[in-house]
């Protein structure tokens, strides 16, 4: 990897260990083994970095989520279980990846608060959700 991919995993690890307002460029340093100008040249400021660090762990929830509603039925749900069985199971497995993430919910909530000063911490698009939400009912 290199500075841009250290970076943005050392911010991404800085997230889930301590949040999005108690993560400063140092510890995004810290944690990536880069050198605090590369925060800058790569990414502008810390703050760009961080929403890329928070919009890619949001992703990685989501694929967590698809690659989870893909995986194989469980026992007893096939093309013929019941609706509700297969909500259940699906929402079973959904909220068992909510606690795996939750140090990226908490992280986007802090961003969320962010948003009235500084726009561009809200999500570039609404696209992911839609796409989302098709692929839930199947």
């Known amino acids: 990897m290199g500075?841009?991919?250290d970076l943005l995993a050392g911010a991404k690890r800085c997230l889930e260990e301590k949040g999005w307002s108690r993560t400063t460029a140092r510890d995004i340093v810290a944690a990536s083994g880069a050198n605090l100008a590369s925060i800058g040249y790569h990414y502008g400021s810390k703050d760009a970095?961080?929403?890329?660090?928070l919009f890619a762990s949001m992703g990685d929830w989501a694929d967590d989520v698809q690659r989870s509603l893909e995986a194989d039925?469980?026992?007893?749900?096939?093309?013929?279980?019941?609706?509700?069985?297969?909500?259940?199971?699906?929402?079973?497995r959904v909220l068992e990846l909510f606690d795996k993430h939750q140090a990226v919910w908490r992280s986007q909530l802090e961003a969320i608060l962010q948003v009235q000063h500084d726009r561009s911490c809200a999500p570039p698009s609404a696209g992911p959700n839609r796409r989302g939400a098709r692929g839930w009912w199947g």
């Open 49 to 53: 970095l961080m929403r890329e660090a």
């Open 3 to 5: 500075h841009r991919e």
């Open 73 to 92: 039925a469980p026992a007893g749900e096939g093309p013929d279980a019941g609706l509700r069985e297969r909500f259940e199971s699906r929402w079973t």
